[in-house]
């Protein structure tokens, strides 16, 4: 066996000019790294024919797997199928389960007729086994050559992701002895990338050659990834785990999670765990920390709500915050978000609430208060703490900052309770 | 002149096993279109000599400038800028503007010692020109080899941001001439790609050579691009402002808006235009509608709070649907969300508020509630008007749907209303 290398292509315009994020990519050098699979290598080309072909012929240098996703809509300016078709020498037949899933489709499913512009995505190259897509109309294809695979698949995500699961990352370990890669990654928050480096300096220049060490820093959080890749995975699971625990007591001060989970689910992990609810009372991040706390499945059981009192009057009318604190200390300051945290709590029968209130730009500073400034409270039954932060970002970033470092807090104060 | 052309390179290991998003490319791409340079390609890369090495000597064979992201920072695993010193036939040196603005940055606003690691980001290749990182501590490096040029910049979102908007966006049009791109795009909802690729197939075949037009689907929208590249700016707005209007008549029952905005904005500006407000009281989106009105600046001018009733008790103590309800019909139902969006509007004192309800998965499907079933009710002063959608994907995908759909439902609202 040797190592397993995949590169991934994405096509289309959209990617080029900046209109479209590519997730896609990340998500599946996610996918196949769970089994042994590198990336070496990720490209970006437009609707250009002669910029696909180029790719194909330079990244089938590269790699064993080339996995290639976009350009298979049913619109004018996809022309990956028919090029797909030339480049590996077939002629365009009609593919009869995927004719008859269209068919379905349209007919059960979306109730509309279906015009000749979707009939005709049931054609594909002769020389290609057919990958179903359950999830759209555009069908997979995977070719072989030169015993490297080449699959082509639609670029719209979830219909990619079904047709991976299904089809693409099941074949994989049939075709290839892949070997094995292993990660563990864990979360710390509070110190720097270079202040951590410094930290485990020692321990990262003990690591075996075979064994790296990544920072992956976002967000005032550090993640630190330890990959290694091995023949055999039992040897490499021990061998791992050991230098993982090493790593752990390292940052045991920084730690937030010993998984590679984001900090919203660790703070959820830790509320099941203890059966306890939270609730948020949100003015500058305008629902965005709800939104984290309930965009997990399951949250329902530690999650109850909030009230986003974006606008002062409903700081007022339902959390309760005093007229005269908004016009004497205003709606950014401590006085506003304990008074916010404790009324919220206590409406919505929580263990703990956050509140935060602050200045997220690029409006709304004033001489004493500029953008950035937010104040954060914590409370809990029995006390509650407060914070003031100074970020110094734009307005999104702004905003997870403060929902971050929200979320640190409580997590502080669910650990210090226990 | 000609056409220029850049290429992106992005460099890390955390983008090729996929643990980060690069949404840096994309940004990157968006403002060189702006300018008139065309990206023809980006590549990923890791942490790898070799492959870095490669990616250099085969990106500078397809463009004229080529944008390295990442790989600068202060970590071992950072090995971007001692390979652009070899690459380039240098040796290093200590930037002196870079080591004070370094020891200011530690000593005035970080306030902690300067370690070693960090003063080592002063040095430089001598073959380059420094870009100043104001936001950071890696400095950016030109290097200009054979009427190419070569700039590499931290791979951190807000620090390459500002570097490529104070250096490298005002350098290109001296460097080159450009000519112009210009694009105009429009938002339609309410019609899938196939149906509006055969409502548009007549204006689509009579575009002339050089226009182009994409379609790009997401959520039940389909965003339309017209692009046009031209050696003089006049004539090339005036032609593609003849064929948007156009355009924009062929889909005028589905045109959301008429600029590359998101749903959220379109609404944000029709209720700014009104000087008219909304509130939310959300359930399955758990604050999601909220965080999308209020992330863009300048929302506090519309949207005044919401009520996140993730839990049912929430939705009968702060929005008054009766116990009866919610026991017979259930929380996803049009009764529940009718009563949520008048409440929410009286609680909050809007002139329109949006409630949503639904199942949004994994869990918590019954026989007669699958996941995806969602109610939206829209309210205004004089009337309700509520719908259910039926979604088939995942949980995030359903929220994002739910939370675009409720918007557009508001949106038909307000232009009705007028």
Same mark, same amino acid.
Request: include cysteine.
């Given at each position: 066996? @040797?190592?397993?290398?995949?590169?991934? #292509?994405?096509?289309?315009?959209?990617?080029?000019?900046?209109?479209?994020? $590519?997730?896609?990519?990340?998500?599946?050098?996610?996918?196949?790294?769970?089994?042994?699979?590198?990336?070496?290598?990720?490209?970006?080309?437009?609707?250009?024919?002669?910029?696909?072909?180029?790719?194909?012929?330079?990244?089938?240098?590269?790699?064993? #797997?080339?996995?290639?996703?976009?350009?298979?809509?049913?619109?004018?300016?996809?022309?990956?199928?028919?090029?797909?078709?030339?480049?590996?020498?077939?002629?365009?037949?009609?593919?009869?389960?995927?004719?008859?899933?269209?068919?379905?489709?349209?007919?059960?499913? %979306? +109730?509309?007729? =279906?015009?000749?512009?979707? /009939?005709?995505? /049931?054609?594909?190259?002769?020389?290609?086994?057919?990958?179903?897509?359950?999830?759209?109309?555009?069908?997979?294809?995977?070719?072989?050559?030169?015993?490297?695979?080449?699959?082509?698949?639609?670029?719209?995500?979830?219909?990619?992701?079904?047709? =991976?699961?299904?089809?693409?990352?099941?074949?994989?370990?049939?075709?290839?002895?892949?070997?094995?890669?292993?990660?563990?990654?864990?979360?710390?928050?509070?110190?720097?990338?270079?202040?951590?480096?410094?930290?485990?300096?020692?321990?990262?220049?003990?690591?075996?050659?075979?064994?790296?060490?990544?920072?992956?820093?976002?967000?005032?959080?550090?993640?630190?990834?330890?990959?290694?890749?091995?023949?055999? +995975?039992?040897?490499?699971?021990?061998?791992?785990?050991?230098?993982?625990?090493?790593?752990?007591?390292?940052?045991?001060?920084?730690?937030?999670?010993?998984?590679?989970?984001?900090?919203?689910?660790?703070?959820? +992990?830790? %509320? +099941?765990?203890?059966?306890?609810?939270?609730?948020?009372?949100?003015?500058?991040?305008?629902?965005?920390?709800?939104?984290?706390?309930?965009?997990?499945?399951?949250?329902?059981?530690?999650?109850?709500?909030?009230?986003?009192?974006?606008?002062?009057?409903?700081?007022?009318?339902?959390?309760?915050?005093?007229?005269?604190?908004?016009?004497?200390?205003?709606?950014?300051?401590?006085?506003?978000?304990?008074?916010? /945290?404790?009324?919220?709590?206590?409406?919505?029968?929580?263990?703990?609430?956050?509140?935060?209130?602050?200045?997220?730009?690029?409006?709304?500073?004033?001489?004493?208060?500029?953008?950035?400034?937010?104040?954060?409270? #914590? /409370? @809990?039954? $029995?006390?509650?703490?407060?914070?003031?932060?100074?970020?110094?970002?734009?307005?999104?970033?702004?905003?997870?900052?403060?929902?971050?470092?929200?979320?640190?807090?409580?997590?502080?104060?669910?650990?210090?309770?226990?």
């Amino acid at each position: 066996m @040797s190592k397993i290398y995949a590169t991934i #292509i994405t096509i289309g315009d959209e990617l080029l000019i900046g209109q479209v994020v $590519d997730t896609n990519s990340s998500w599946i050098a996610q996918e196949l790294n769970k089994i042994g699979v590198a990336v070496k290598h990720r490209v970006a080309v437009g609707d250009v024919w002669q910029d696909i072909w180029e790719a194909l012929d330079e990244e089938s240098k590269k790699a064993d #797997i080339i996995l290639i996703t976009g350009g298979l809509g049913p619109t004018a300016d996809d022309i990956t199928k028919p090029l797909l078709c030339e480049y590996f020498n077939g002629k365009m037949v009609v593919d009869q389960p995927t004719l008859e899933h269209l068919t379905h489709l349209f007919e059960q499913i %979306l +109730k509309r007729p =279906m015009i000749e512009r979707n /009939a005709k995505q /049931a054609e594909v190259p002769d020389t290609c086994t057919v990958l179903k897509n359950e999830q759209g109309t555009a069908p997979g294809m995977l070719f072989k050559r030169d015993g490297r695979i080449f699959v082509a698949m639609p670029g719209v995500p979830h219909e990619m992701k079904w047709m =991976m699961t299904h089809h693409v990352l099941p074949m994989i370990p049939e075709l290839y002895n892949t070997g094995f890669i292993e990660h563990r990654t864990l979360l710390t928050a509070g110190i720097g990338e270079s202040f951590l480096a410094d930290l485990i300096n020692e321990f990262e220049t003990s690591l075996p050659d075979h064994v790296k060490l990544a920072y992956l820093p976002n967000f005032g959080m550090v993640r630190l990834r330890l990959s290694s890749w091995a023949l055999e +995975k039992k040897t490499l699971n021990k061998e791992l785990d050991n230098l993982f625990n090493l790593l752990k007591i390292n940052v045991k001060e920084y730690l937030v999670i010993d998984e590679d989970l984001p900090m919203e689910v660790a703070v959820g +992990k830790l %509320l +099941k765990e203890r059966k306890q609810t939270v609730s948020t009372a949100e003015s500058c991040t305008g629902g965005y920390i709800a939104h984290l706390l309930s965009i997990h499945p399951g949250s329902s059981v530690f999650f109850t709500g909030s009230i986003v009192s974006y606008a002062n009057i409903i700081k007022e009318r339902m959390l309760g915050v005093s007229h005269e604190i908004l016009t004497t200390v205003g709606a950014v300051s401590e006085e506003t978000v304990v008074q916010m /945290a404790k009324a919220v709590r206590e409406t919505l029968q929580t263990d703990y609430s956050i509140a935060v209130s602050g200045i997220m730009g690029p409006d709304g500073a004033t001489a004493e208060k500029p953008v950035g400034l937010v104040w954060v409270a #914590i /409370a @809990s039954k $029995d006390h509650v703490v407060s914070k003031s932060f100074q970020f110094r970002f734009d307005r999104r970033r702004n905003i997870e900052l403060t929902a971050i470092n929200a979320l640190n807090m409580l997590r502080t104060m669910i650990v210090d309770n226990s």
